[in-house]
């Protein structure tokens, strides 16, 4: 079981980036999908997810309008574009395998296989 992200990189703010999300190992269709991150001295913060009942799609308020979540059920990819990127969307991002729920996207606890993160920085 296993989850790769890919993507992270150092951008100004205003620019974008998209980050990727490899899944193997496990039924791929069976699973919400989430995207966390952990900025530096702080905890760990739901940023989307995407249901895999109902394709349903739930973003943390801060990135509502900037960022879009997309899945790929063929290719077990997940995506995560990211738009008009601020200083403080900075952290290291993960995606994670579990139940994806509205207003439920802060719960780490819901989300059993994670990757291994990948580097976003933002400066101003």
């Known amino acids: 079981v296993q989850l790769v992200e890919s993507g992270g990189d150092l951008v100004q703010a205003g620019r974008s980036l998209r980050l990727s999300c490899e899944a193997s190992g496990f039924t791929f269709d069976d699973y919400g999908i989430g995207w966390f991150r952990q900025a530096p001295g702080k905890e760990r913060e739901g940023v989307s997810c995407?249901?895999?009942?109902?394709?349903?799609?739930h973003y943390r308020e801060s990135v509502k309008g900037r960022f879009t979540m997309s899945r790929d059920n063929a290719n077990k990819m997940v995506y995560l574009q990211m738009n008009s990127l601020k200083p403080e969307d900075t952290g290291v991002y993960y995606c994670a395998a579990g139940v994806c729920l509205r207003g439920y996207v802060n719960r780490a606890d819901l989300f059993g296989t994670w990757g291994q993160g990948t580097q976003v920085t933002v400066s101003s």
């Open positions: 995407i249901s895999n009942t109902d394709g349903s799609i």
